[in-house]
């Protein structure tokens, strides 16, 4: 595989940009190798500068759930531009695409855009704080809300994948108000929420784990949460960030019928374009300014062109039977990637939700960060590797989850398993 002009883009990157990367994980760290530069993408692949092309499962880490240039995003975000590319003032499209996200996340009244992940779950955690006038937030191990201050405690993604303790340049004062306890632990759970003297604000978390590799909640749990922060009188946010409009329109809360007060969102409402949401009651959202004393802001927070690009998103996705196919490959194919595993005796458990799924090195289960970390890091980084040379592209990290869109043809998924049995059938014999 040529990778000579990513090789000399990656040097020169790391002259002006730190690690090369404007995200941590991108830079490949974790799995040994450099990363490819990425040129373009169309559909189910992405090309890099040195031509070679790939079926893709990072998906932008989840955006792409339509696939790359989905000609109606594309057309939606083209009539946008010919409009201009930003006014800092209200426009028509952020009011459709907030009817639509309101329409379609059953515990969201009100919504307020912002332009990523971390914007939402932090300005939700202040707005948590600001209503319930308390200041700690309950996470779990593994679950990764963005970069902001309080989430660096025990956090998953590329905090974990580069092994970063938590990070320098976060105050003490901030990580004391953050308490992170294990995912899928009852005890522990009722233990924390139902200490008072703990002056909980809110419990954030993913409701379906993706940031430590894909973990779900045991059964019950969602419940149990909603049951003992009601009880105690903490707010519960659900970051849906991976999973809002993945694993259903209306995102884990309306599969799991479990309502959260607040709920952040990100990657796929912005169509691949910067967008982030949080949102919730109205006598919640009603705090945040200007209507309320709770303040947030941002120059271009509810931009046209990623409006445009969402509202298209939204409404391809509202098309009838979209998540039942597009659950059905991804169930098929991760059946596949569990029976060559076993075929070739690899230690190798498969955690799935919907289209999002990883495959953990290790013989599982994994219900938590700690049975995550048991992972074989080295076999996966061998396997990454290898995967890439033969045209797949993986997120470079054990901890993160693998994407299927609908434009991944089935052609495609069965190639794909046939260059991970000639993966497997290699590494079986390390
Ligand atoms: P952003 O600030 O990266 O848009 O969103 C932060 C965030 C919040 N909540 C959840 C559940 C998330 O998964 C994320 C971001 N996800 C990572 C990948 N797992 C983004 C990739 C990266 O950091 O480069």
Redo the contacts with the bound molecule.
Sequence with gaps: MKTDLSRSFFHRAQQSIPGGVS????ACKSVGCDPVFIERANGSKVYDVDGNEYVDFVCS??PMILGHNHPAVARAVTAALAKGTSFGAPTPLEVELAELVCQAMPSVEKVRFVN??????MSAIRLARGYTKKNVVVKFDG?????ADAFLVQA???VVTLGIPGSPGVPEEVVKNTISIPYNDFSTLEATLSDDSLNIACLIM?PVA??MGVVPPAPGFLEKVRELTAKHGILLIF????TGFRLSLGGAQAKFNVMPDLT?M??IIGGGL?V?AYGGKKEIMGLIAPEGPVYQAGTLSGNPLAMAAGIATLQTLAEPEFYQRLDAKAAAFAEGLSSLARKYGLPATLNRAGSVLTAFFTEGPVTDFKSALASDTKLFAAFYREMLAQGIYLAPSQF??AFISAAHSQAELDLTLEKTELTFRKLAKR
């Design positions: 995200s941590p994980v991108r880490w989840g990523s992940g971390t914007e939402a779950t679950c990764y809300h963005g970069h998953g993604s590329g993913e993706a940031n970051d849906e960030v991976i952040c990100g990657k910067p982030g993160e989850a």
